[in-house]
């Protein structure tokens, strides 16, 4: 397992640390997280082509400040997408979680719910799935290491993907052409590719997924273009490169996402410090790293 410090000094400091090997369950992948103080103002969340479910355990307690002005605090479950128009901000202090990204395929399964009925909301673990969420973070707050709390996760997210049914194999090949097109495949062509009807598909998608089709691939478009902005690539050659009609298109984009240029999305925070969503990304200028093994 990897352990990551990242500290910047007018945001926040950061522990970061990794599983050493994949989950039991495809579609899911985890990292831990304590952090000493969010910013007042809290960071924003940007969407991301995942279900994301934030495990709390620590001393502090985690709030979201969502869309509509709701406050949630404790384990939350974001559903696909969530954070569209940087609307939901996360705060709080020494807050500790094991943090996890479920591909949508995955989801129903793992929680136990349609996704359609997370679309652009943030619930919390204990409506989803009742007193097994406070059995879940006892567990894990009596837990003497990252690696112990990574196996007791990846246990619960196994056992319950292993007993629910998977999504239909056609949403399942339909989500992954768009993943793999990066958002870019033609979506009138998906239906026939399965060998269902246009409104078939679009109904099991959108209940199964969490989102339309076109949509979905919009996320994942924009999940893509932001990656390669957080690289530190530039605007034009992101918006060339990512089906964008030109550079004004990838800024309203960025825009009606997150509700910030895409220069200041390359910037925020929680990319910089966040390895599961931005991997294999070198530190800013302004983050200080330490690596050592755990």
């Not at 992948?29 to 007042?40: E, P």
């Not at 052409?177 to 409104?199: F, N, P, Y």
């Not at 099991?204 to 690539?233: C, M, N, T, W």
Request: positive net charge; aromatic residues 6%; charged residues 25%.
């Amino acid at each position: 397992m990897r352990s990551t410090a990242y500290e910047r000094d007018d945001v926040t400091a950061w522990d970061v640390a990794r599983p050493a090997r994949p989950s039991r369950a495809a579609g899911v992948s985890m990292a831990g997280f304590g952090v000493r103080s969010l910013a007042a103002v809290g960071l924003r969340m940007v969407p991301h082509p995942a279900v994301m479910l934030a495990v709390e355990f620590g001393d502090g307690i985690p709030f979201v400040d969502d869309a509509a002005g709701r406050q949630h605090r404790g384990s939350v479950v974001a559903g696909l997408g969530v954070g569209f128009g940087g609307a939901i901000r996360v705060r709080g202090e020494n807050v500790e979680c094991v943090q996890v990204r479920l591909a949508p395929t995955v989801a129903r399964a793992i929680l136990g719910v349609s996704p359609a009925e997370l679309e652009n909301v943030v619930v919390t673990l204990e409506d989803l799935w009742g007193r097994e969420a406070s059995r879940i973070r006892e567990q894990l707050g009596d837990a003497s290491s990252w690696k112990d709390r990574f196996a007791l996760t990846d246990a619960v997210l196994a056992r319950r993907h292993e007993a629910a049914p998977p999504v239909d194999p056609e949403v399942a090949w339909a989500w992954h052409r768009i993943a793999v097109s990066r958002g870019l495949v033609r979506i009138d062509h998906l239906a026939t590719e399965v060998g269902w009807s246009r409104k078939r598909l679009w109904s099991r998608f959108h209940s199964q997924i969490g989102l339309p089709p076109k949509r979905a691939a919009k996320l994942v478009r924009f999940d893509h273009a932001a990656h390669r902005l957080v690289a530190g690539e530039g605007v034009a050659q992101v918006a060339a490169d990512g089906g964008y009609a030109d550079q004004s298109h990838l800024h309203r984009d960025v825009m009606t996402f997150t509700g910030v240029t895409p220069t200041t999305l390359a910037g925020e925070p929680w990319l910089a410090v966040d390895d599961t969503a931005w991997p294999n990304q070198p530190p800013r200028s302004d983050l200080r790293r330490q690596l050592s093994t755990a």
